[in-house]
């Protein structure tokens, strides 16, 4: 089936760097989403994105949805402790199967204070 | 409050036991689906349903059933338990004019003997 390439698997950073990842796919997808687990809990939207090129905020994140509809990368800005856990990026695949919702593999980030 | 609930949230069987993960959510939506989380593996989707009556296979639905006779529960039945569905389950739903947008339950985790 489809895939996406989630970068990078893991982030270890300093309080009140900025963070950058991204997702990659080989087909296109009609929406990406990203998505917050934080430890022993369920998934939590952060950002939904509908259109190629469009860049969305949601409080110190930042994300887009890449011109090619293949790409979408995520930004957090000044971390802070409590941006700790890992962050899934997912594609809406409309085309052949419906509902199909694929999700990256994650990508672990960690704090220290 | 608008929530997605599962249970058990946390089981222990012995292989070939019968077993059946309840989910329930009470914001209307008709979109339905099911997740297991491994490491490394990120979110696979098992099943999923877009409505009432109406179900399709995710990713990895071998060895699982599922059901969708009411709007509001969306059951993951295991009919003969294997140790390799040993796995963290995510139930989640969305309004199917916003699929992706998803809500996801607190989690089962599943043991498998």
């Known amino acids: 089936g489809q895939q996406l390439n989630q970068s990078p698997q893991s982030m270890f950073i300093q309080e009140g760097e900025d963070v950058s990842m991204n997702c990659t796919s080989s087909?296109?997808?009609?929406?990406w989403l990203w998505y917050k687990q934080d430890p022993g809990e369920g998934p939590v939207l952060l950002i939904a994105?509908?259109?190629?090129?469009e860049l969305t905020s949601n409080g110190r994140l930042t994300a887009q949805f890449g011109i090619t509809r293949k790409d979408s990368f995520l930004n957090i800005s000044a971390s802070i402790p409590s941006d700790v856990g890992i962050y899934f990026c997912?594609?809406?695949?409309?085309?052949?199967?419906?509902?199909?919702?694929?999700f990256g593999k994650g990508t672990k980030l960690s704090v220290k204070p | 409050e608008a929530q997605v609930t599962q249970n058990p949230r946390y089981l222990i069987t012995v292989t070939g036991k019968k077993l059946t993960v309840t989910c329930s959510q009470n914001?209307?939506?008709?979109?339905m689906s099911w997740y297991r989380q491994d490491p490394g593996l990120g979110l696979r989707q098992i099943y999923y349903?877009?409505?009432?009556?109406?179900?399709d296979k995710g990713d990895v639905p071998e060895g699982y059933k599922v059901s969708r006779k009411e709007k509001r529960n969306f059951p993951l039945i295991l009919e003969s338990p294997s140790p390799n569905q040993t796995s963290l389950y995510f139930c989640?739903?969305?309004?199917?004019?916003?699929?992706?947008?998803?809500?996801f339950g607190e989690g089962s985790r599943l043991t498998v003997l």
């Open positions: 914001m209307n939506h008709e979109y």
């Open positions: 997912a594609g809406w695949d409309y085309g052949g199967s419906q509902g199909n919702l694929i």
């Open positions: 994105l509908y259109k190629a090129g």
């Open positions: 989640a739903s969305s309004l199917l004019s916003r699929t992706g947008e998803l809500f």
């Open positions: 087909s296109i997808f009609n929406t």
């Open positions: 349903s877009m409505n009432v009556e109406v179900t």
